[in-house]
T-cell receptor, first 113, second 112 residues
């Protein structure tokens, strides 16, 4: 049973527009969420995170929104750039679980120029 | 600062063999985690080591084991390899109590 779901396997966006990647979770015990991006032949790279006590966190072009009642989070990239083309993973964690992250299966973002 | 280093980059083994993968964390990082990535299951947590002690373990059979040395370097071992063990094995390091993981490029294991 998937506890973290990324229901869109792929997303195509034009350069300069907004990219919105979505993630749903089922475990209400999750209290920390992260987004990673992965380029081919490389390991995932940390992008941005959010604690369950917040509903928004921004870092430059990247903003993560958390809706606890809906058990939903989203990553907004504005403006999207061709270099953003990668696989994006949503991950969740319970505080006591150390570095044991539960990952979604990823969304492949393609940004065209 | 050097990143997380995993060796070897690629590995081919046959069923029944065993394999050892190595991971050198970022200098100063004492937590090392291992993940398995497959097309069907995605990224799955194997185990975490901190100060030479296993701190957390994922839902994998006992054939999967690991250890951490005093210099924080880590190894994972898979015994009696099965075809389904073919995967990308990723090592990640982090500062104590941080969930911000820094991943290596992984070891691609193929079991024939």
């Amino acid at each position: 049973d998937q506890q973290v779901k990324q229901n869109s396997p792929s997303l195509s966006v034009q350069e300069g527009r907004i990219s919105i990647l979505n993630c749903d979770y089922t475990n209400s015990m999750f209290d920390y969420f992260l987004w990673y991006k992965k380029y081919p032949a490389e390991g995932p790279t940390f992008l941005i995170s959010i604690s369950s006590i917040k509903d928004k966190n921004e870092d430059g072009r990247f903003t993560v929104f958390l809706n606890k009642s809906a058990k939903h989070l989203s990553l907004h990239i504005v403006p999207s750039q061709p270099g953003d083309s990668a696989v994006y993973f949503c991950a969740a964690s319970v505080n006591q679980a150390g570095t044991a992250l539960i990952f979604g299966k990823g969304t492949t973002l393609s940004v065209s120029s | 600062k050097a990143g997380v280093t995993q060796t070897p980059r690629y590995l081919i083994k046959t069923r029944g063999q065993q394999v050892t993968l190595s991971c050198s964390p970022i200098s100063g990082h004492r937590s090392v985690s291992w993940y398995q990535q497959t097309p069907g299951q995605g990224l799955q947590f194997l185990f975490e080591y901190f100060s030479e002690t296993q701190r957390n373990k994922g839902n994998f059979p006992g054939r999967f084991s690991g250890r951490q040395f005093s210099n924080s370097r880590s190894e994972m071992n898979v015994s009696t390899l099965e075809l389904g063990d073919s995967a990308l094995y990723l090592c990640a390091s982090s500062l104590e109590d941080s969930k911000k993981l820094f991943f290596g490029s992984g070891t691609q294991l193929s079991v024939l």
